[in-house]
């Protein structure tokens, strides 16, 4: 049969307090010879209540002196290197707190960004609607998606070593886009049209993917016409 789970409050029984006090010093004491023994280290406890007139201490007051002589012959590093109060205690887990925090906020964003670019891919929202962190978010978003594609594709078209060190010499083909990559691209060159500078004089600049920008002309002021700028940039 299972121990029933001992609530950690105060008890309110005196009698019942008074015989939980004796078995946990007991056990108490109990572990702490079992640590010294076991791990060969110093060690003594000290216990004060207000049933006994006379502390409860391990192994014997003598001992007791001498452990706590060692320890305060220290150097005060040593002393108090891990040494915790109340205050290190919760400052410590504030931090952990902020931390986990962030993490579950990150992970949050990362799930808000799958849901918009898939949005956006089936046609269900439009990219100006959305503002400015936003296309941010989500370009930094597709542009991880890519990441692990362009890797495995790479990995799968490198030409394997021969036995002996001669690599074979053997043509590789071009690797073709998956659909949904084609897809992230296309979404990738929408939002980097919405954030592109106004044109000025005529000229329109566009940003590409790998790093070089495109001046086109603008025809008649209309250089928002969807069939100007052909598929890639309105699919």
Not at 161 to 167: I, N, R, S
Request: charged share 25%; proline share 8%.
């Amino acid at each position: 049969m299972a121990r029933k789970k001992v609530q950690l409050q105060w008890i309110m029984n005196d009698t019942t307090r008074r015989t939980t006090y004796k078995k946990r010093v007991k056990g108490l004491m109990k572990k702490a010879k079992e640590l010294s023994i076991l791990c060969g280290v110093e060690a003594c406890a000290i216990v004060y209540s207000p049933y006994d007139p006379q502390p409860e201490v391990w192994p014997s007051p003598m001992e007791v002196v001498r452990v706590i002589g060692e320890f305060e012959c220290r150097p005060e590093n040593d002393q108090t290197k891990k040494r915790l109060n109340q205050e290190n205690y919760i400052r410590q887990r504030v931090a952990k707190a902020k931390e986990q925090v962030v993490k579950q906020q990150k992970k949050n964003r990362r799930m808000e960004m799958d849901n918009l670019m898939y949005q956006c891919l089936a046609g269900g929202r439009g990219l100006q609607d959305l503002n400015i962190k936003e296309l941010s978010d989500l370009m930094w978003y597709i542009d991880d998606q890519l990441k692990p594609i362009s890797h495995k594709m790479e990995y799968s078209h490198h030409p394997a070593p021969q036995p002996g060190g001669a690599v074979a010499l053997t043509a590789v083909p071009v690797a073709q886009k998956t659909p949904l990559e084609v897809a992230l691209e296309s979404l990738e060159n929408q939002i980097l049209m919405d954030t592109a500078p106004q044109p000025r004089d005529g000229v329109v600049t566009v940003a590409h993917t790998e790093g070089q920008d495109m001046m086109l002309p603008v025809p008649h002021d209309n250089y928002e016409d969807p069939s100007f700028w052909g598929a890639p940039f309105f699919p």
